[in-house]
C-alpha cells in the first residue's frame, strides 16, 4: 500500500479519536451540570445583616441554591415560612434563615421573644457610675451590689444581692455598639428568674444599686458578710444586739384550797424531844456515864 494512504489514513484516525474525546467530554459536563441543578435545593438566606428583634420583611430576605445533601438542618425553602417573625440571634449577610435564630410568629418584636419560657425581663434604673461608666453592654455579665440601712445595723450597709447576671439590653439598645465604645445608658434591662426579680424590684425601691462587670467566662458565686459603714471607719464591725430575753411560759393558776388543807399547811411541825440529862460519875481511872429519862425528872 502506498505510504501517503497509511499517512491520511493514521491522521485521520488520530483526529477521529481526539473529536471523540471531546465530544465525550462536553456530554459528560452537560450531563453533570444537568444532574448538579436537578440535585440542588432553594434556601432562604438574609440580603442584610439581622439583628436581635428585628422583624423580618420580604426585601430581608431571598431565594438561593444550595446541594441538597449541603443543605442545613432547621433551614427553609420558602420566603413565606420566614415573614413576620422576630429574630432572637443575629443573622449575616447572605447567612441561611435557620428556624433557632427565629422566634414564633405573633410572640411580639423587641426584646419579648429573646426571653426564655420561666425567666423574667427586669430593668433597673443606673447612672454612669451604677453602669460602670457606661459599659455595661448587652450579652455581658454583671453582679448587683445593694447599699441601704438594714434594720439591724446602725448605718449603711453594701451587700451583694445577685451574681452572674445577664444584660439584655443597655437603654433602648439590645445589640453592642460595633466600634465597642461605650453608650450612655440610664436603665439596663438584667435576665432574671422570678425570685431574683423580687429582689431587684426591691433592692431598687429600698436601697442603691451598684451593677459590677465581670468576666461572662466567671461562673462562680462568691459569698460575702456584706460590708457596714463602721468598717470604713474603725476598721472592725460594729457588734451585734443581744437577742431579746426569752419570755417564759406563764406558770398555771393555782387552784384555791379549801379549808382543812389550809389548817393543815398553817400547821407548825411539832419541836423535837430536849436531850435526855447525864450523870457522869468517876471512880479512880473508871469514868462512867448514867443518862436520866425524862420521865423520871417528872
Do not use: C, W
Not at 423574667?120 to 451604677?130: G, Q
Not at 393555782?254 to 393543815?264: D, I, K
Amino acid at each position: 500500500m502506498d505510504r501517503r494512504v497509511l499517512t491520511v489514513l493514521g491522521v485521520s484516525m488520530v483526529f477521529a479519536l481526539v473529536a471523540t474525546t471531546v465530544l465525550y467530554q462536553m456530554t459528560s459536563r452537560g450531563a453533570s451540570t444537568k444532574a448538579e441543578a436537578t440535585n440542588q435545593r432553594d434556601i432562604v438566606v438574609a440580603t442584610r445583616p439581622l439583628n436581635v428583634g428585628v422583624m423580618v420583611k420580604p426585601p430581608d430576605v431571598k431565594i438561593g441554591k444550595i446541594p441538597a445533601e449541603a443543605f442545613p438542618k432547621g433551614a427553609f425553602s420558602k420566603v413565606e415560612d420566614v415573614l413576620d417573625r422576630p429574630v432572637v440571634s443575629n443573622i449575616l449577610l447572605d447567612e441561611p434563615i435557620l428556624e433557632g435564630r427565629l422566634a414564633a410568629k405573633g410572640s411580639g418584636l423587641g426584646l419579648a421573644p429573646t426571653i426564655p419560657v420561666g425567666m423574667r425581663a427586669v430593668t433597673v434604673r443606673v447612672n454612669d457610675v451604677a453602669g460602670v461608666a457606661g459599659f455595661v453592654l448587652p450579652g455581658m455579665h454583671v453582679d448587683v451590689l445593694v447599699t441601704g440601712h438594714p434594720p439591724a445595723e446602725n448605718g449603711d450597709m453594701t451587700t451583694t444581692a445577685l451574681q452572674n447576671m445577664l444584660v439584655l439590653s443597655a437603654g433602648q439598645t439590645m445589640q453592642p455598639d460595633s466600634r465597642g465604645q461605650a453608650m450612655p445608658a440610664p436603665t439596663v434591662t438584667l435576665l432574671a428568674t422570678p425570685e431574683q426579680a423580687e429582689t431587684l424590684t426591691l433592692a431598687g425601691n429600698d436601697g442603691r444599686i451598684q451593677l459590677v462587670l465581670r468576666n461572662s467566662s466567671d461562673q462562680a458565686v462568691e459569698k460575702t458578710p456584706g460590708r457596714v459603714i463602721a468598717e470604713l471607719y474603725n476598721g472592725h464591725r460594729a457588734p451585734a444586739p443581744a437577742p431579746a430575753p426569752e419570755k417564759r411560759a406563764a406558770s398555771p393558776r393555782p387552784r384555791p384550797r379549801t379549808a382543812t388543807e389550809v389548817v393543815v399547811a398553817a400547821a407548825p411541825p411539832p419541836p423535837p424531844p430536849p436531850p435526855p440529862d447525864q450523870i457522869i460519875m468517876i471512880r479512880g481511872s473508871q469514868r462512867t456515864v448514867e443518862t436520866i429519862p425524862n420521865n423520871a425528872k417528872n
